[in-house]
């Protein structure tokens, strides 16, 4: 099962408001990423866990929050964002970093900021 | 970050007809992905391949890592209309941290 699922599918918030997206995998992969995408453009990464640490932010603004509870869920908390920051929010996994290791998207998250 | 070189941007081809769209770097990697995206979808994985040279089919996909490590092909035979979407290729180095670099993606169209 190379499955990894995201909710919600569909999120409108407004500047003010905190929301937080989920994303989670069950196919004992360690490690895990945030990417931000723009109509009809590649994925740009924002941040990537491996064995629930943080490795890499991409200098992502900290009104983008990352947390990845266990092994298997990783969320991104927001607060306070801009209209510039609605996008689709992809998560994906994959078992490591070497090669052979595949990464594997999610659905995504359409985000609108209002 | 760094992107890949990807043509052609668009494609629109009759159902019936092969595509073939490429993928170039100045970097050497050490594994292509490609991956075909729909509307309102994440990427899904086609290919990947691992070794300079290597040729691997999935159905009417075929891709090649080039020789160089530099270069990717992607060829779909037969289109059909649910072919339609955008097709990435991504490329890996083994030192950086699963990090992902992407082309700017293929537009494909398929009329009936």
């Known amino acids: 099962d190379t499955e990894v699922t995201q909710t919600p599918k569909h999120l409108v918030m407004g500047m003010t408001n905190k929301k937080s997206l989920k994303c989670e995998q069950h196919?004992?992969?360690?490690?895990m990423y945030w990417y931000k995408q723009k109509a009809k453009k590649p994925p740009e990464l924002m941040f990537v866990?491996?064995?629930?640490?943080?490795?890499i932010n991409e200098s992502v603004p900290s009104r983008f929050s990352p947390e990845c509870p266990n092994s298997s869920l990783l969320n991104l908390h927001l607060h306070a964002l801009q209209p510039e920051d609605s996008a689709l929010y992809l998560c994906?996994?994959?078992?490591?970093?070497?090669?052979?290791?595949?990464?594997?998207f999610g659905p995504g998250t359409r985000l609108t900021v209002l | 970050g760094q992107q890949l070189n990807q043509s052609p941007q668009s494609m629109f081809i009759q159902e019936g007809e092969d595509v073939s769209m490429n993928c170039t770097s100045s970097s050497i990697f050490n594994t292509w992905l490609w991956y075909k995206q729909d509307p309102g979808e994440g990427p899904v994985l086609l290919i990947a391949l691992y070794k300079a040279g290597e040729l691997t089919s999935n159905g009417r996909l075929t891709a090649q890592f080039g020789i160089t490590r530099k270069d990717s092909f992607l060829n779909i035979s037969a289109s059909i209309p649910s072919d339609v979407g955008i097709y990435f290729c991504a490329g890996q180095r083994g030192s950086t941290l699963g990090r992902l670099y992407f082309g700017r993606g293929t537009q494909l169209t398929v009329w009936p």
């Open positions: 994906a996994s994959s078992q490591g970093f070497r090669s052979y290791n595949e990464q594997f």
């Open positions: 196919m004992g992969h360690r490690a």
């Open positions: 866990y491996s064995y629930e640490k943080l490795s």
